[in-house]
């Protein structure tokens, strides 16, 4: 089947399995029979508030149905869903919605109006992109990224990378104003699944909603699987999930104790690795077959092609570390920012990720270059050392971040969310059993609530110049 509005495909699943669930959210569903004229009454709605062809909607709602019935009602308009976090503080809400001049900004679910109308049919227009996240990214300054993908699909063939099939009930575990649940959830509910949601993210039940709803497919980060696999043993073992096929996991680093750990749990076939930018320049899969005989790896380009160059820009050999260098395929524009400019070289694109390359060309990541720590003129990588303090079973969560040393240039410094108590002698000797002396933290920092947000994502940059003020003062 060839691809179609997003809007003419809801209304061919409405019609092909009207008895079958689209989504469900906290113990409440939405039968595919209703999720049609449901968003066309909201289309309309939507459209007497002055959306139209080629628009934006700035969607600020949390998980849930109501979200996913505000992006269908945007796309049938043709206008295009630009989602951002409910929680954000008005100040930092009214930048977006100043760089993105929307047609209508949602920050409550909105009601149909009692006169939308009951006509089931919409003419089919399509948007002109599919999304437009927002990012942060290592500037803390909002910025858009508008899909070079339009507002098509195509029902029987799902987004294939992640070994989707079509018709699979999917968990929604992390939050959707983030680019990975959107981008994967969306066409898992297009291909004509299920997709169970959790507003928030709980790891005991996320295995609870695996086993009741016979999930198959869920895309996690590797936050939510360590607190998944701290739950007690007989909790996390007591749970069928052999309805199962597939974990995928991307957006950070994966520490290799807890990759093996999921790997030797559910077994290679299941667990499955993506690392790409929302910008898609390029993108690369692996699986966990793949993986162990690649330890540590992120696959190889599955989308474009992909090179790692020092400062200058001059190639490097496999096995050195330089910057991730992204080329799309030939013709194919996959976004456009608004309130920033690429990182480009020649055509070649980077997100700012540093890496290296083996011998068969499997991409093995670093970590971010504004990240990277400089103390006593060694290249240190938080990633690196984060992935060691998360060994510890006191380590909930954390970010290691430089902060200014007069003597070293950059000190490492560990700012760290805890799930027991631990002193900072233990964990330096905990850490010096893994790593060498000189990336140990110097200092460790405890902090209330999350280090990481539910999609796993920390700014590190933010961290570091907020203690860096504290510093100074």
Same mark, same amino acid.
């Given at each position: 089947?060839?691809?179609?509005?997003?809007?003419?495909? #809801?209304?061919?699943?409405?019609?092909?399995?009207?008895?079958?669930p689209?989504? %469900?959210?906290?113990?409440?569903?939405?039968?595919?029979?209703?999720?049609?004229?449901?968003?066309?009454?909201?289309?309309?709605?939507?459209?007497?508030?002055? #959306?139209?062809?080629?628009?934006?909607?700035?969607?600020?709602?949390?998980?849930?149905?109501?979200?996913?019935? &505000?992006?269908?009602?945007?796309?049938?308009?043709?206008?295009?869903?630009?989602?951002?976090?409910?929680?954000?503080?008005?100040?930092e809400?009214?930048?977006?919605?100043a760089?993105?001049?929307?047609?209508?900004?949602? %920050? *409550?679910?909105?009601?149909?109006?009692?006169?939308?109308?009951?006509?089931?049919?919409?003419?089919?227009?399509?948007?002109?992109?599919?999304k437009?996240? %927002?990012?942060?990214g290592?500037?803390?300054?909002?910025?858009?990224? =508008?899909?070079?993908? *339009?507002?098509?699909?195509?029902?029987?063939?799902?987004?294939?990378?992640?070994?989707?099939?079509?018709?699979?009930?999917?968990l +929604?575990?992390?939050?959707?104003?983030?680019?990975?649940?959107?981008? @994967?959830?969306?066409?898992?509910?297009?291909?004509?699944?299920?997709? +169970? =949601?959790?507003?928030?993210? *709980?790891?005991?039940?996320?295995?609870?909603?695996?086993?009741?709803?016979? #999930?198959?497919?869920? /895309?996690?980060?590797?936050? /939510?699987?360590?607190?998944?696999?701290?739950? $007690?043993?007989?909790?996390?073992?007591?749970?069928?999930?052999?309805?199962?096929?597939?974990?995928?996991?991307?957006?950070?680093?994966?520490?290799?104790?807890?990759?093996?750990?999921?790997?030797?749990?559910?077994?290679?076939?299941?667990? =499955?690795?993506?690392?790409?930018?929302?910008?898609?320049?390029?993108?690369? +899969?692996?699986?966990?077959?793949?993986?162990?005989?690649?330890?540590?790896?992120?696959?190889? $380009?599955?989308?474009?092609? /992909?090179k790692?160059? *020092?400062?200058?820009?001059?190639?490097l050999?496999?096995?050195?570390?330089?910057?991730?260098?992204?080329?799309?395929?030939?013709?194919?524009?996959?976004?456009?920012?608004?309130?920033?400019?690429?990182?480009?070289?020649?055509?070649?694109?980077?997100?700012? !990720?540093?890496?290296?390359?083996?011998?068969?060309?499997?991409?093995?990541?670093?970590?971010?270059? %504004?990240?990277?720590?400089?103390?006593?003129?060694?290249?240190?990588?938080?990633?690196?050392?984060?992935?060691?303090?998360?060994?510890? $079973?006191? +380590?909930?969560?954390?970010?290691?971040?430089?902060?200014? !040393?007069?003597?070293?240039?950059?000190?490492?410094?560990?700012?760290?969310?805890?799930?027991?108590?631990?002193?900072?002698?233990?964990?330096?000797? @905990?850490?010096?059993?893994?790593?060498?002396?000189?990336?140990?933290?110097?200092? @460790?920092?405890? #902090?209330?609530?999350?280090?990481?947000?539910?999609?796993?994502?920390?700014r590190?940059?933010?961290?570091?110049?907020?203690?860096?003020? &504290?510093?100074?003062?």
């Amino acid at each position: 089947m060839a691809s179609m509005p997003i809007g003419a495909a #809801v209304r061919l699943l409405s019609e092909r399995q009207p008895e079958l669930p689209a989504i %469900t959210c906290e113990g409440e569903t939405v039968w595919w029979r209703d999720l049609e004229p449901r968003t066309n009454r909201l289309a309309r709605t939507f459209q007497r508030l002055g #959306v139209g062809q080629g628009d934006f909607v700035t969607i600020g709602l949390p998980n849930g149905i109501a979200f996913y019935e &505000t992006c269908i009602a945007a796309w049938k308009l043709g206008a295009t869903p630009q989602p951002i976090s409910h929680r954000l503080p008005a100040r930092e809400r009214d930048e977006i919605v100043a760089l993105v001049q929307p047609a209508l900004v949602v %920050t *409550d679910p909105i009601g149909p109006d009692d006169d939308a109308g009951t006509d089931p049919i919409l003419p089919d227009r399509i948007a002109p992109a599919f999304k437009a996240p %927002t990012s942060g990214g290592s500037t803390g300054r909002p910025k858009i990224i =508008v899909s070079g993908q *339009d507002g098509t699909t195509d029902p029987e063939s799902p987004f294939s990378l992640g070994a989707r099939r079509r018709g699979q009930t999917e968990l +929604v575990a992390g939050p959707l104003y983030h680019n990975g649940p959107f981008v @994967f959830s969306v066409p898992g509910l297009l291909s004509g699944g299920h997709l +169970v =949601v959790m507003t928030r993210f *709980d790891a005991s039940e996320a295995l609870a909603l695996i086993e009741r709803h016979g #999930v198959e497919w869920t /895309m996690l980060v590797p936050t /939510m699987m360590l607190r998944i696999w701290r739950l $007690p043993e007989a909790e996390r073992l007591g749970r069928d999930l052999s309805s199962l096929r597939t974990v995928l996991h991307l957006a950070a680093p994966c520490p290799v104790w807890l990759k093996h750990a999921w790997i030797d749990w559910l077994g290679p076939e299941t667990v =499955v690795e993506l690392y790409a930018g929302t910008e898609a320049q390029g993108i690369t +899969v692996i699986t966990g077959a793949e993986w162990l005989a690649h330890e540590g790896s992120v696959g190889l $380009p599955r989308a474009g092609t /992909m090179k790692i160059t *020092d400062e200058s820009g001059l190639e490097l050999p496999a096995g050195e570390v330089g910057e991730i260098w992204m080329k799309p395929p030939e013709g194919r524009a996959t976004y456009q920012y608004i309130g920033a400019d690429a990182r480009v070289r020649d055509g070649w694109e980077s997100l700012g !990720d540093l890496g290296w390359m083996d011998d068969d060309g499997y991409l093995y990541l670093a970590d971010r270059r %504004t990240d990277l720590i400089l103390a006593g003129g060694a290249n240190i990588y938080p990633a690196e050392v984060e992935a060691a303090l998360m060994e510890h $079973p006191a +380590v909930a969560s954390c970010a290691v971040i430089g902060l200014p !040393d007069e003597d070293l240039g950059q000190r490492v410094h560990a700012v760290l969310e805890l799930a027991g108590e631990v002193s900072d002698d233990e964990l330096a000797k @905990f850490l010096g059993e893994r790593l060498v002396r000189y990336k140990v933290p110097r200092s @460790f920092e405890r #902090v209330e609530g999350q280090v990481r947000d539910d999609a796993g994502k920390v700014r590190r940059g933010a961290l570091a110049a907020e203690r860096a003020g &504290t510093q100074d003062a």
